[in-house]
Nanobody, 116 residues
């Protein structure tokens, strides 16, 4: 089994920054890609950023240039540095981990609220 624990959400003013963290534990051999998603009320879950085990990165257009995904392999942790936050970034943010052996896991989510 795999557990993902997110932290770092909170309330911030527009233009501010936050850094989210997500640490994987449990049976984590063959951990491959890690990603961040978000879901605002009444909207579908949106993929924001993906990082592979080889540290290739991809971003959604909505966050490109403002958000940065990074990974510490030794700690099995993925980060999302979020800068220049906007009120429309308000959502629950979720971490996802995918394994080459199969399996796809989600964290419990952390709330980010950006005030105008």
């Amino acid at each position: 089994q795999v557990q993902l624990v997110e932290s770092g959400g909170g309330l911030v003013q527009a233009g501010g920054s936050l850094r989210l963290s997500c640490t994987a534990s449990g049976t984590i051999f063959s951990l491959n890609t890690m990603a961040w998603y978000r879901q605002a009320p009444g909207k579908q879950r949106e993929l924001l950023a993906v990082i592979t085990s080889g540290t290739n990165r991809n971003y959604a257009d909505s966050v490109k240039g403002r958000f940065t995904i990074s990974r510490d392999g030794a700690k099995n942790t993925v980060y999302l540095q979020m800068n220049s936050l906007k009120p429309e970034d308000t959502a629950a943010y979720y971490c996802n981990a995918a394994f080459t052996r199969g399996g796809n896991y989600w964290g419990q989510g952390t709330q980010v609220t950006v005030s105008s």
